[in-house]
């Protein structure tokens, strides 16, 4: 090999092809570093609410809850609880686990009661989770 000896010219399908893979490479970089920065650092914010009406279906009382994570981290292990106070004491109590709740995922059940919820007090409470 001499000195004489040139390299061959790049083709416009050579250039065309590295900038196209140059683009790719630049946007899947800069949406990585998006990501990094805008993430939130937060553990799971997990709040419990009641749906809708209560149904009542062969003298069993079906009260719908939706439980959501507002929080930037996983919850695991998701431990809702209610209790059903009437006259002053606890008639009823009952407990739903959710498996895993995401950032932003929210997700649905009921309890079931044979007291009529109407007529007491319905507290709701998340219980306890765990993290990943």
């Not at 809708?52 to 507002?70: A, C, H, K, L, M």
């Not at 996983?74 to 009823?92: D, P």
Request: zero cysteines; hydrophobic letters at 35%; charged letters at 20%.
């Amino acid at each position: 090999m001499t000195k004489t000896e040139e390299q061959p010219k790049r083709s416009m399908a050579e250039w065309v092809t590295f900038s196209v893979a140059s683009l790719i490479l630049t946007i899947i970089v800069s949406l990585v570093n998006y990501t990094w920065v805008n993430e939130k650092n937060q553990p799971p914010i997990l709040s419990v609410t009641k749906k809708q009406t209560i149904r009542e279906i062969n003298g069993q009382f079906y009260v719908p809850f939706e439980v959501v994570n507002s929080g930037g981290d996983t919850a695991e292990s998701v431990q809702i609880m209610a209790e059903l106070m009437i006259n002053g004491k606890v008639t009823e109590t009952g407990e739903q686990q959710i498996d895993f709740l995401s950032s932003g995922e929210s997700e649905e059940g009921a309890f079931i009661f044979s007291h009529n919820p109407r007529q007491g007090q319905l507290n709701l409470r998340v219980g306890s989770y765990k993290l990943p």
